[in-house]
């Protein structure tokens, strides 16, 4: 069984046991669960439930494993023949989740 949730403006194929990468869910803890509603696609083994534009009373819930910072990712700016360069970074916050369970 398998699902496609739409959180933080993407979309992610999730399935039970796996663990998944997201934009920061603002105000949840390291060990709280979060139940995610909006579910695009649900498929159970031969049948497939696509949503319109969600599918009506599933949901997935997921354990917040970490809240962190993603991998730093370098901008570097340069203008040819004027000696201008800039450099800089930016880490993103992002969550860490754990799905447990997948309802129908």
């Not at 933080?8 to 979060?34: A, D, H, R, T």
């Not at 083994?45 to 009373?57: A, H, L, Q, R």
Request: proline share 3%; net charge positive; no cysteine.
């Amino acid at each position: 069984m398998y699902a496609i949730i739409k959180t933080g403006g993407k979309q992610y194929v999730v399935e039970e046991g796996i663990s998944l990468v997201v934009e920061k869910l603002n105000e949840v803890e390291v060990g709280q669960e979060v139940i995610l509603n909006e579910v695009l696609l649900l498929t159970d083994g031969d049948s497939t439930t696509i949503g319109k534009p969600v599918v009506e009373g599933a949901s997935v819930v997921a354990k917040v494993v970490a809240q962190k910072r993603a991998p730093k990712v370098l901008v570097f700016k340069r203008k040819p023949k004027k000696g201008y360069k800039k450099m800089q970074g930016h880490r993103q916050y992002v969550t860490e989740l754990e799905i447990t369970k997948i309802n129908a």
